[in-house]
């Protein structure tokens, strides 16, 4: 990741499959990037100002600006967070340097 985009897309949010195969859309008023991963093989759309796309087991991880206004994610019988406990979990973090594929 280039030293740009990471002043350009300076917040990072990581979201964690639990090994159940959970849905997850994320919206932001700025722009965001799928980080590490290409998003054909991981069947993740984003455009200008979300992400939506299926989780399992492992990590997907989104650099985005601006402030995070939505996010939402369900286990495979479409119930929300907090009432399942197989949704994902869901880290927002702001101000994150890049890292080794962050």
Not at 11 to 34: F, W
């Given at each position: ?78 119930v ?12 927002i ?10």
């Amino acid at each position: 990741m280039s030293a740009e985009t990471t002043d350009t897309l300076p917040h990072l949010v990581t979201i964690v499959g639990r090994g159940v195969p959970s849905n997850y859309e994320i919206t932001v008023d700025g722009e965001i990037e799928l980080v590490g991963a290409d998003p054909l093989e991981e069947a993740t759309v984003v455009t200008d100002h979300a992400a939506e796309g299926a989780v399992d087991t492992g990590v997907m991880r989104f650099r985005f600006s601006g402030q995070m206004v939505n996010i939402h994610v369900v286990d495979w019988n479409g119930v929300p967070a907090p009432e399942s406990p197989s949704t994902p979990e869901v880290h927002i973090d702001y101000g994150v340097p890049a890292q080794n594929g962050n």
